[in-house]
């Protein structure tokens, strides 16, 4: 096939689950516009194609967010065909598009992640004293009940990625000095510092809740694991938020504890530079989104607080 479409979605391998479903969405809608366009083939596109699409998604009613998500989809598809030889000159090397507004996440105040990780480790608690004492439930409700507080403690202890720590393997821990080694977007190594509750919360599934969920086939090295004791994807992650939602009942998208935890650094003093490295952040301006969000949420205690707000 000219357009090798496949053979660039499999190649596809440092980026997150999402971002690799979506970029092959993009990228097959695009092959589909340009061959209807007169464009059998990559070596028929040019610049002024690449940006006739671009105006084809405006015209469709795209925000800008997508548009620029699709252009960036194009830009690294095309990329790979020259990498691959398949063109001579990539024409997307000079494809831009304006950036839309920034979306401020919305995050959970710091009130609202610890009664959700709270609940959590009372319902653990309370499961296994009922397994124990009444034979209430079942041992492997237990170790779930524990491995997702496991997760929900990592996610928003240390900030990683939902991909990051569902690819955290045993010899990636290092609970004694309080630290994990994650490997980040662009396979980047980073060290994170993990506090004391998600330590205790993970050693406590390793030792009482992991060996009840393994199998004899299950990946020795992996962390998280579920009941059919494979490793955990993010699918299975969102599960678990989806168990366990706030006090007010809204559900969290575990990327949102990610969000989370950088605010609420930020908001408690944290200097911008750690934070970014923190994060695994290649670019400042990513994490200064966070700035944005503090200073709404400063200005809404302002108005709601002071006599002559």
């Not at 040019?46 to 997508?66: C, E, M, V």
């Not at 034979?135 to 991909?163: F, K, Q």
Request: with cysteine.
């Amino acid at each position: 096939m000219p357009w090798e479409i496949d053979a660039y979605v499999a190649s596809l391998t440092s980026v997150s689950e999402n971002t690799h479903d979506a970029y092959a969405s993009d990228i097959a809608q695009f092959i589909e516009w340009a061959e209807r366009g007169g464009a059998p083939n990559p070596e028929d596109l040019d610049h002024k194609a690449l940006r006739r699409y671009l105006a084809y998604l405006d015209t469709r009613g795209f925000a800008r967010r997508s548009i620029a998500r699709k252009a960036a989809a194009v830009r690294s598809y095309l990329r790979y065909l020259k990498r691959q030889g398949t063109i001579a000159t990539d024409p997307g090397r000079s494809l831009r598009t304006p950036k839309g507004a920034a979306r401020l996440p919305r995050v959970p105040r710091s009130s609202e992640a610890t009664a959700l990780l709270d609940a959590a480790a009372e319902e653990t608690i309370d499961l296994a004293e009922q397994w124990e004492t009444k034979s209430i439930g079942s041992a492997e409700d237990v170790a779930v009940a524990r491995r997702d507080l496991a997760v929900l403690e990592v996610l928003y202890g240390t900030g990683v990625r939902v991909s990051e720590c569902c690819g955290l393997k045993v010899s990636d821990l290092d609970l004694p000095r309080g630290y994990i080694t994650v490997l980040g977007k662009g396979s980047k190594i980073r060290r994170v510092p993990i506090g004391e509750p998600a330590s205790d919360a993970l050693t406590g599934w390793l030792l009482a809740g992991r060996p009840l969920l393994a199998k004899p086939e299950t990946e020795p090295e992996a962390v998280f694991i579920n009941r059919r004791g494979r490793p955990m994807g993010p699918r299975d992650a969102r599960r678990v938020l989806e168990a366990h939602p706030l006090p007010d009942g809204r559900s969290l998208h575990p990327h949102a504890l990610r969000h989370a935890y950088a605010t609420h650094l930020l908001e408690g003093g944290a200097d911008l530079r750690v934070v970014q490295e923190l994060l695994g952040h290649s670019d400042l301006a990513t994490t200064q989104t966070y700035t944005h969000l503090t200073r709404e949420r400063l200005r809404a205690v302002y108005e709601e607080t002071h006599p002559r707000a």
